[in-house]
């Protein structure tokens, strides 16, 4: 299990129309960690449901993490991606901060796990749609299929290459924390957007598209 300092246990995926809300759930906002948990095997995911699963992953070639550097950038060539990466944290109310609500936002990567290359899980965000503008930054990405590649560019300079392994939908009362924000022993990439049915009742997305991706190289 991921620390309960991390402010993130009970973490569930909650998009309200055209926006894309983290709720914590019994945790208090907190900082940073002052030092990073002992990494840890991947918790199950069987309960998440596969979108795409017929083509096999690309062979995975870098198995040792990068040094830790922010993230700046983001590049998906399958799906014509390519947005500056903006840092979230916490809200005083304990929800995760997310990009702004309008078609032009970048995506997000929260600053409290690892930066993208590092070992263990990265985290990016960002919206599917906007009630007013449309289609926004990650408005294609359950169209992701494994063996696409993911290219974030760091404030080093450096870049980290991952491998989409798997891309799936889940229902957003079944969010599996563990699986997206729970510590790996390898440098691993999550990228989350709202998806499924739209309930026009409630007025908000009734999951939530999720990709998972591992390094495959850095430059």
């Known amino acids: 299990m991921l620390p309960r300092r991390l402010a993130i246990d009970g973490l569930t995926g909650l998009f309200a129309v055209g926006g894309l809300t983290l709720l914590v759930i019994g945790a208090s906002p907190a900082p940073p960690p002052p030092e990073r948990p002992a990494a840890a095997p991947a918790p199950a995911v069987s ?31 399958a799906i014509g991606i390519d947005t500056s990466l ?38 990016l965000l960002g919206h599917v749609d906007t009630a007013h503008d449309g289609p926004a930054v990650f ?44 510590p790996v022993g390898y440098p691993a990439l999550r990228i989350v957007t709202c998806g499924g049915t739209f309930d026009h009742v409630r007025h908000e997305y009734r999951g939530n598209i999720l990709v998972y991706a591992r390094l495959e190289r850095s430059s």
Not at 49 to 74: D, F, H, K, N
Not at 91 to 113: C, H, M, Q
Not at 144 to 154: F, I
């Open 47 to 77: 309960e998440l449901i596969p979108i795409a699963s017929s083509a096999a992953p690309a062979p995975v070639v870098e198995t040792r993490g990068m040094a830790a550097s922010v993230p700046v950038r983001l590049a998906i060539p």
């Open 86 to 123: 903006m840092s979230l944290g916490l809200n005083p109310d304990g929800t995760v901060e997310v990009p702004p609500l309008k078609s032009g936002a970048p995506a997000g990567w929260y600053r409290n796990l690892r930066t993208p290359g590092e070992v263990g899980p990265a985290v």
């Open 139 to 182: 408005y294609r990405l359950r169209d992701l299929r494994p063996g696409d590649t993911a290219s974030v560019r760091r404030a080093d300079g450096s870049v980290a290459v991952f491998v989409v392994e798997r891309v799936v939908e889940v229902p957003k009362t079944d969010f599996p924390t563990d699986a997206v924000y729970g």
